[in-house]
């Protein structure tokens, strides 16, 4: 056999075994998909939020190990406040949106704001960036908004203004010297 030929099928080989390893999340996450869109009555947003986070996390465990680290720190992070929001949605039957000053309102920031400080402590932990700590936050929010799209935009908002602030907190908290 060609040397070529084993090299181009060597390398197919490594990438499709790397690609079948990233597309492991869809095992999780369509289905959680399809539990929102049906819960949440917001069928069409659902489905928009969970193709594009679909997409982002698997770009980014089939990139590197860190990507694969921060895909799962962001999910874990994002989940609480998913369900927050599915449970927001359900204490809301009769209200379309959420208003700012809402019982529910201040539940969905106060789950986001320790999520957000959880995910970002956790991150400096594992990986280093502050770049990984920022993904770690889009996929926490993306996960968090499949659970409140049914809540509204208002709500999506205030979860989102949470998990932000509490990735802050930590991010730029004064360091004391050794």
Do not use: N
């Amino acid at each position: 056999m060609d040397r070529e030929l084993l090299l181009r099928r060597g390398r197919r080989s490594y990438e499709q075994g790397r690609l079948r390893a990233a597309l492991r999340v869809a095992w999780w996450l369509v289905p959680l998909v399809l539990t929102c869109a049906l819960t949440t009555g917001a069928e069409e947003a659902c489905a928009c939020i969970g193709v594009a986070l679909l997409a982002g996390v698997v770009y980014l465990r089939w990139r590197d190990r860190a990507g694969a680290e921060i895909v799962a720190i962001g999910s874990v992070a994002g989940a609480p406040t998913l369900v927050a929001g599915l449970a927001v949605i359900l204490l809301q039957q009769s209200r379309v949106a959420t208003s700012l000053v809402s019982a529910e309102a201040v539940i969905l920031f106060s789950v986001g704001l320790f999520a957000g400080a959880w995910l970002v402590w956790r991150a400096s932990r594992r990986v280093s960036g502050i770049t990984h700590s920022l993904t770690g936050l889009a996929i926490a929010i993306a996960t968090m908004a499949l659970g409140c799209a049914g809540a509204g935009a208002v709500a999506v908002a205030v979860a989102s203004a949470g998990l932000l602030l509490g990735g802050a907190s930590i991010a730029f908290r004064p360091r004391t010297a050794a």
